[in-house]
């Protein structure tokens, strides 16, 4: 069995940016000459997701509509009241509320994708696109892709 591992990084620049990950997976899978197996995507951050989904405008702005009905950028959550706060406060200064973030990916629930390797191609839909999804703000990242198989 064949395992390939790569840590991306990169900024994103807003809440609710979607960011397109689909061709890193493909290069990895392709270097790393796996035929048949797996590539998993996953976010070791709290407030971001990694999504199966069409690239569209149409449905990336409804989904932030979504988002902003069920979930608010400007609501009200404990996670964002300092007085009454007292844990996982380590190494942060906490200055920007991002409760509403941390309550999407909750919601959402996936920090990770696992995608089947057939004949060494990715087998997604016609429309399907891999995404990491920025649930907070502006902020460093990073996404580990993991390809493993035979």
């Known amino acids: 069995m064949k395992f390939l591992f790569e840590n991306h990084s990169f900024r994103t620049t807003d809440c609710g940016q979607f960011v397109d990950m689909t061709d890193d997976v493909r290069d990895l899978v392709a270097r ?3 035929r048949n197996g797996m590539a998993l ?3 070791p951050h709290t407030t971001c997701a990694v999504l199966i989904n069409e ?4 449905f990336i702005e409804d989904f932030g509509g979504l988002m902003e009905s069920l979930v608010p950028l400007k ?7 300092l007085d009454a706060r007292t844990e996982n406060l380590d190494d942060d200064p906490h200055d920007i509320p991002n ?4 309550c999407r990916q909750a ?7 696992a995608i089947p390797i057939v004949e060494g191609e990715l087998q997604l ?9 920025e649930l907070d703000r502006a902020r460093d990242r990073r996404v580990l892709i993991q390809v493993m198989g035979d």
């Open 32 to 34: 790393a000459d796996v």
């Open 41 to 43: 995507v996953y976010s």
């Open 55 to 58: 690239r569209e405008r149409g």
């Open 75 to 81: 609501g009200i959550y404990r996670h964002d009241d």
């Open 99 to 102: 409760g509403h973030a941390h």
């Open 107 to 113: 919601l959402l629930g996936s920090a990770s994708q």
């Open 125 to 133: 839909g016609r429309w399907q696109r891999v995404f990491f999804l």
